[in-house]
């Protein structure tokens, strides 16, 4: 079975640290460009980064550039994001995905992990 399993998230003060994990099951994550997307509360899910699967390229969106990086550990099959410097504006679920190619949007993607919280505390 292909699956997204999310660990990390939680309560992180102003300024704090975090680091999300996506782990892939039934699939090998090198093979697939893996994006990191954010849900705000009433907002629609935008993509905040992605490494490709082809030749590892990362990508950020302006908004978390300089504090959040995105790495992928093949031997663990797993992709993280590490998020630094974090506001109270990143409260959101935080999802990873899989599709073939790195995209600027949540559509036509059918691979998803379940969502992990991240509050920022004020």
């Known amino acids: 079975q292909v699956q997204l399993v999310q660990s990390g998230g939680g309560l992180v003060q102003p300024g704090g640290s975090l680091r999300l994990s996506c782990a892939g099951s039934?699939?090998?994550?090198?093979?697939?460009?893996i994006g990191w997307f954010r849900q705000a509360p009433g907002k629609e899910r935008v993509v905040i980064s992605c490494?490709?699967?082809?030749?590892?390229?990362?990508s950020y969106d302006d908004s978390v550039k300089g504090r959040f990086t995105i790495s992928r550990d093949d031997a663990k099959n797993k992709v993280y994001l590490q998020m630094t410097s974090l506001k109270s504006e990143y409260t959101a679920v935080y999802y990873c995905?899989?599709?073939?190619?790195?995209?600027?949007?949540?559509?036509?993607?059918?691979?998803w992990g379940q969502g992990t919280q991240v509050t920022g505390s004020t």
């Open positions: 490494i490709s699967g082809s030749d590892g390229r990362r």
């Open positions: 039934g699939f090998s994550l090198r093979h697939y460009a």
């Open positions: 995905a899989a599709h073939s190619e790195c995209r600027a949007n949540a559509v036509g993607i059918g691979t």
